[in-house]
């Protein structure tokens, strides 16, 4: 067992000995969806809406909600809230494998607040030291796992054609525009007090860089610098030219001149070529890799994360992206204490139909194909420019994921929604499945008896 893992776990012992299912990211991360005043702790549970009648007085109530309130006490009473599931799936496959709540209240933004939130009342508010939020829907991308909640291209196609047969990518959220948005105003009356604790802060989207208030942000933390806060900046990379340049201005400023301690970009790619761009409708995989590695060129300082949300069509192709990482990892470590590029791998829950539980067995060794990979090009003192511990975790516990059994019924709903939902999806956006993924042929008539 490594050192970082011995540590991870004697962590994981001193959140259980406060209660087996305390996590401190129910206190101190969140994520704000604004353009429709809903917001989740962690990014893993579904998110609830903010009633308005609660920021009148409390703007930090956009955070520090009733409905979190309670799931904070129940997890101090040692009781697992639901909307966590993705943590007790990964809990439940045994004390080996570790879960989000473990990795995440170890983090350096969370960990040193150990003794003040365990000792709290669950009553009160508190300013969280990771925030992620999203001032905006506007996207110009139509991932296939995605919905009109978070891109306005869905909402279009949907709009144009009608719902998809099996009902995902609705709309379900009531969106409000970025001018006049009531969580928008309540966000920038807190935002005097909350920058003053935070570690992190992230913008997500849509696509961020298509919205004015996130290059305020950027400019807010120009003109009033925060030496000791993290930034992080969500993109699809697929902006233009002219939005690409002004954030690596801004990001160049922040860097240089210290404002801030660091900015990450974090990108989404979760297969490689014209895989990724199937799966990511509005893709173009040369464009992504320009401006990803200008900005490992440009900001020397920052740092890049691709998130893979993996899921069904990653499978094929995701050791060519893989060796693609790894490349860049060697090109622009330039420091062995300073890892330039992380690959983080989750798995996708929704839609159902997208799942990799839907593969036949016959897929795992693909699977274990990438974690031996990953496993051979670990971080090592010969090595700086591997994968880091947290990286192939995620990758196996992935693998034990896609292990573990669907009955029947789930089975064959989840291909059969498989075949329509991509039958419909190539008749609308002019794709072709077997043209993107000829070596999933096999599967493909299995879904679609």
């Known amino acids: 067992m490594s050192r970082i893992e011995t540590e991870k776990k004697n962590f994981r012992d001193k959140l259980n000995a406060v209660s087996p299912s305390f996590c401190l990211a129910k206190w101190l991360q969140v994520t704000m969806h604004l353009h429709s005043g809903h917001n989740h702790s962690c990014h893993h549970p579904g998110t609830h809406k903010t009633p308005l009648s609660e920021l009148k007085n409390n703007p930090s109530a956009l955070h520090n909600t009733c409905f979190k309130k309670v799931q904070r006490a129940d997890m101090k009473a040692g009781k697992r809230p639901s909307e966590c599931e993705y943590c007790w799936n990964i809990e439940d496959l045994g004390p080996s494998y570790l879960s989000d709540r473990t990795l995440k209240s170890s983090e350096f933004w969370a960990a040193p607040e150990f003794e003040r939130v ?37 909402t279009d196609d949907i709009s144009r054609n009608g719902s998809y047969s099996t009902r995902n990518g609705e709309q379900t959220m009531d969106i409000l525009p970025e001018e006049n948005n009531p969580y928008i105003k ?8 909350l920058v003053k604790n935070l570690k992190v802060f992230r913008i997500t989207g849509g696509e961020p860089l298509l919205s004015p208030n996130t290059f305020r942000v950027l400019e807010e933390l120009s003109r009033n610098p925060q030496p000791d806060l993290e930034i992080g900046i969500n993109s699809n990379l697929g902006i233009s030219d002219a939005s690409f340049q002004k954030f ?36 173009q995989f040369m464009r992504f890799q320009r401006n990803l590695e200008t900005f490992l060129k440009e900001v020397p300082q920052g740092q890049a994360v691709i998130m893979a949300t993996f899921n069904s069509l990653s499978l094929t192709s995701f050791t060519d992206l893989l060796l693609y990482v790894k490349g860049l990892k060697e090109t622009y470590t330039l420091d062995p ?82 075949f329509k939902f991509f039958s419909e999806h190539d008749q609308r956006r002019q794709t072709n499945f077997l043209k993107s993924f000829p070596e999933m042929t096999d599967f493909w008539d299995l879904c679609q008896q």
Request: charged share 25%.
């Open 118 to 154: 365990s000792a709290m009342a669950n009553s009160e508010n508190i300013n969280p030291t990771y925030v992620e939020v999203s001032f905006s829907n506007v996207c110009n991308f139509r991932c296939s796992y995605c919905s009109g909640n978070f891109s306005t291209r869905w």
């Open 337 to 418: 204490a300073k890892c330039p590029l992380f690959i983080d791998i989750s798995y996708l829950r929704h839609p159902d139909h997208q799942s990799i539980q839907l593969l036949p067995a016959s897929y795992q060794k693909k699977m274990n194909d990438i974690c031996d990979y990953m496993e051979l090009n670990k971080v090592t003192d010969k090595d700086p420019a591997g994968f880091y511990f947290f990286e192939v975790t995620k990758a196996q516990r992935i693998l034990e994921w896609m292990k573990q059994p669907l009955d029947d019924e789930k089975l064959n709903e989840g291909r059969r929604h498989f």
């Open 248 to 283: 690596l201005a801004l990001a160049k400023d922040l860097t240089e001149n210290k404002k801030i301690k660091m900015i990450r970009l974090f990108t989404s790619v979760e297969a490689w070529g014209e895989r990724a761009e199937y799966i990511r409708n509005g893709l």
């Open 186 to 193: 309540a966000f920038w009356e807190w935002w005097p007090e």
